[in-house]
């Protein structure tokens, strides 16, 4: 559209005043021509960057005189020490959100209480074994009495096995856990963001919101988050809620609504204006009016965005653990407060393995939307 | 009394421009009528009044013994239901398929927390299938809107506009943007359906040959007056300039 308006513009000037001199000489010339607003304006900029500079207060002699411990620092990372664990079965562990009830009928010792053998399923029995009600035991006591015993594990409760069978025995780094909690927090920090931004972006779009003063309220209100990043609002919920992964999630969702509702606000201001009104013109009411005129309109640009953040989130996750709010930061500086640097090494890997994968999912993902 | 009744209707825009003055005519269910008139004629402007996208300045639009023009925000968006707009760029919601665009002629009629999430019962979805049918376009219906021509979005626009089971059709130039051609079959679809179902039906059209073969009556808007309001026939080489050039200037 601008280049358009552009050219009419160049076309009616060229009416009123006839073709514009162009020299030919200028078009041969192979050097920029020097003016003195391009000698102004490169003034400016330098001035600019060397004001910086001066700023960050430079002191290259110290990194010459840091290069001998940066070299002991590196070499202190190899060999490279993943802290191996044994583990039964990934996932490591799986939280029941629900509760699964399994019945089993087997003869077993006559002597055995329903309490015992509810015990003795809580030990040994794996859980996908359990699912499959009505199997018998694979190996059968000798004394037969039938007993009847069922299982209720409730919601919340775990099934692991800490020491694992040399059957179904796999190896995993020690942080792997500490990493997969990472990704969960930047997974629902994204899912609250994006739901808790989407109201703010309907109140701050020019087009969706009901009055220019809570327009310009809802850009104040995105603004002042905006500029606050998600450490201190870690930092502000672990001291209100405490530690845990939780506190990360909370502090993702709440950091993220004044970028996202910005970046939701802009898309829906993009929108095809046309295609609303002939919804409205249905005789359609506001809600139906959004979800069928506005929303798909919006839906890839909103839905790519969420994904750069999920990405974005996935890094910040992992920073959040250095102030108690769960993930794999905790981890990382315990490594370096106890110079375990090989460990901070290998979690360091596994933390690259983990972030380039999630990424690259993603672009696949948003390559696919738009 | 006539289905539409419009009486004295004047619209002064807010910068002055008076797109409109003293417009008035009645018409019948069933009816076809072709308004004629250069651009700026007010052609536009008088549909949008009828259904209530423009508010008038004075006058009354009186649909069906309703008066639009007395009419809250409220009851116009009711009222809307009843009032079928096909537009000159089709404003088809590009990403959705085109039988859910067909579908949305139903959204007036729905509460509207059912109709936002999308939930459509059976009778709906034949309705919109069978106003499909009609236009030749079922073998489309999956399609995003985004991926048809240019003339079978108008024809979903029509089956959109249909599903609405309207009392009155406004059509904005709906070949403009189509060759002459498919104009013509765009056009026949159009007067078809809207025949079939008795639906009164306005369109704003500049081809007089198109507005003389499917038009009942026609009417021609000059400088927002009405100069000429009869059957096709009637249309002579005298009132065609009344209508097209009034100010004697060569037509662009």
């Known amino acids: 559209m601008e280049i358009a308006n552009k050219e009419v513009v160049v076309q009616t000037e060229a009416e009123r005043k006839g073709p514009p001199v162009v020299l030919r000489g200028q078009l041969l010339s192979p050097f920029p021509r020097i003016t003195l607003s391009g000698i102004l304006l490169f003034a400016l900029i330098t001035t600019i960057f060397l004001w910086a500079v001066q700023g960050t207060r430079p002191q290259p002699e110290q990194l010459v005189r840091g290069i001998p411990n940066i070299v002991n620092f590196v070499t202190r990372l190899f060999p490279v020490d993943f802290d191996w664990h044994a583990i039964a079965k990934l996932p490591v562990e799986i939280s029941l959100p629900f509760s699964i009830q399994a019945r089993y009928t087997d003869t077993l010792d006559g002597d055995a209480t329903l309490e015992q053998v509810a015990a003795e399923l809580r030990e040994t029995v794996p859980l996908d074994e359990l699912l499959e009600s009505g199997q018998p035991m694979p190996e059968q006591p000798q004394v037969s009495a039938p007993v009847q015993a069922s299982l209720l594990l409730e919601p919340g409760e775990f099934r692991i096995t800490n020491e694992p069978s040399k059957l179904n025995r796999v190896w995993v780094p020690g942080i792997l856990p500490a990493v997969i909690e990472t990704l969960q927090m930047a997974l629902i920090g994204t899912a609250l963001a994006v739901i808790l931004a989407i109201p703010f972006a309907l109140l701050a779009a020019r087009n969706t919101s009901p009055h220019p003063v809570i327009y310009q309220a809802t850009r104040l209100i995105m603004n002042a988050n905006r500029a606050i990043p998600e450490l201190i609002f870690a930092l502000v919920f672990v001291a209100a809620i405490g530690l845990g992964p939780f506190t990360g999630v909370l502090a993702l969702g709440i950091a993220a609504i004044g970028s996202m509702g910005r970046l939701y606000a802009e898309a829906i201001e993009q929108i095809d204006p046309q295609q609303v009104l002939a919804v409205r013109a249905t005789g359609a009411s506001r809600l139906p009016i959004f979800t069928h005129g506005v929303i798909p309109q919006v839906m890839p640009l909103m839905a790519s965005y969420s994904l750069v953040l999920f990405e974005h989130n996935v890094r910040a996750a992992t920073i959040l653990g250095i102030v108690g709010a769960g993930g794999v930061g905790f981890a990382l500086q315990k490594y370096m407060a106890l110079f375990q640097f090989r460990e901070l090494m290998g979690a360091v890997i596994v933390l690259i393995v983990a972030v380039t994968i999630i990424d690259r999912i993603s672009a696949h993902i948003r390559q696919r939307l738009i | ?252």
């Not at chain 2, 700026?40 to 209530?52: E, F, P, Q, Y």
């Not at chain 2, 059709?169 to 403009?176: F, I, M, W």
């Not at chain 2, 079959?185 to 009164?200: I, N, P, T, Y």
């Not at chain 2, 009417?219 to 009869?230: E, K, M, N, W, Y």
């Open chain 2, 1 to 252: 009394m006539s289905l539409l009744d419009i009486r004295g209707l004047r619209l002064v825009y807010p910068n002055g421009h008076e797109a409109l003055r003293n417009v008035s005519f009645s018409a019948e269910a069933g009816e076809i009528v072709a308004i004629i008139g250069r651009s700026g004629a007010g052609k536009s402007t008088l549909l949008r009044c009828i259904n209530g996208l423009e508010k008038a300045t004075e006058g009354s639009i009186v649909l069906d013994g309703k008066d639009i023009t007395k009419m809250s925000q409220q009851q116009l968006a009711e009222e809307r239901r009843y009032i079928g707009f096909v537009w000159q760029e089709y404003n088809l919601v590009d990403r959705l398929p085109a039988l859910t665009n067909v579908l949305m002629g139903r959204l007036g009629y729905k509460n509207s927390l059912v109709g936002a999430v999308g939930y459509f019962d059976r009778r709906e979805r034949e309705l919109a299938v069978h106003n499909l049918e009609r236009v030749n376009l079922l073998h489309r219906a999956t399609q995003r809107a985004d991926k048809l021509s240019g003339g079978e979005k108008q024809r979903v626009s029509i089956a959109r506009a249909m599903t609405q089971q309207p009392k009155i059709l406004l059509a904005d130039e709906p070949v403009a943007s189509l060759d002459p051609e498919l104009s013509v079959q765009v056009l026949s679809d159009l007067a078809r359906v809207a025949r079939e179902d008795k639906v009164l039906t306005l369109i704003n059209i500049h081809q007089v040959e198109l507005a003389r073969q499917f038009a009942d009556r026609i009417i021609g808007l000059a400088q927002g007056v009405v100069v000429f309001d009869g059957k096709a026939e009637q249309l002579t080489e005298a009132i065609m300039d009344r209508v097209y050039r009034f100010d004697k200037m060569p037509v662009a």
